[in-house]
Each structure stands twice: as C-alpha cells, then as structure tokens.
C-alpha cells in the first residue's frame, strides 16, 4: 500500500481529476473522437462494399421477426444495412422488437467493415458476423 507524504487528501469526490494537468482535456478528445457520427447515418441498397466505404451495420432476423434497428435516426428493418459516415468509431444501436421492448448495444463500427447483428433469444442485440470489404 502507498502512502501519500506532504499533501492533504483531497476533500472532494473526484480526485481523480488531479492525476496530472490536462488529463481531463485528454479524456474529453478521446471521447469525442472515438464515437462514429450520431447523425449522418442513411440506408444503403448496395450489398457490397469496397475497402474505403464507410463503416456499415447490418440487422438480421432469424427466425423472421419483427423487428427493427435505429443508428443517429435512421431506421432499418431485416436484410437492410445503414452506413454511417467517414471515420470509425463506436455507434450506438437501438433494436425494438414488435412489442416496443428497446435494447440498446454499442458497437465498433469500423472503415471497410460491415456488422451485422441478430437479436437472441433474450431480446439483446447480438453481433452475428463482421466482415471486410472488397480490396477496390
């Protein structure tokens, strides 16, 4: 165990904060540049991809149900995949089932990657395959 020497213990709750200076400025760029864009996600018909294309979340239902997912607003229903925009990052996922039950799943959406996701038996969203795209 450490012991401190020469300095009184914080009397505040996050004291974390006094780590080193500019550590709190560290953690707010790596939160704002490691999550995919919340808005800009649209529904794309093409099946394939190539390596540069934006990252792509796909939703699956098996066995058929009714359901559907939702990324920064934009809807898809099974067999149908949203792109997001031009960098990777994490993106949240919204899959609603046809009774209105939310479930909520984070995943890594990568540049030239496609995830698809399934919903188990337990109402959770769960990421069934990832693949890479073409080479162009």
């Known amino acids: 165990m450490l012991a401190r020497v020469g300095r009184p213990r914080s009397r505040h709750p996050g004291e974390c904060c006094h780590l080193a200076p500019g550590t709190g400025a ?8 490691a999550c995919a864009a919340a808005s ?11 390596q540069d294309d934006p990252p792509r979340v ?3 239902a098996e066995p058929d149900q009714p359901i559907w997912m939702k ?7 099974p067999g149908e995949c949203l ?3 031009a960098h990777s990052g994490w993106a949240r ?3 609603v089932d046809g009774t209105g039950v939310v479930s909520k799943r984070i995943v890594w959406a990568r540049v030239g990657r496609t995830i698809e996701l399934t919903k188990t038996e337990l109402g959770r ?12």
């Open 26 to 33: 560290m953690f707010a760029l790596v939160a704002v540049t």
């Open 40 to 50: 800009g996600w649209e529904r794309v018909e093409r099946r394939t991809c190539v």
């Open 58 to 60: 796909c939703l699956r």
């Open 71 to 77: 990324i920064g607003g934009t809807r898809a229903v």
């Open 83 to 85: 792109q997001g925009g």
């Open 93 to 95: 996922v919204r899959v």
């Open 125 to 136: 969203p769960r990421v069934s395959a990832r693949s890479r795209c073409a080479l162009p």
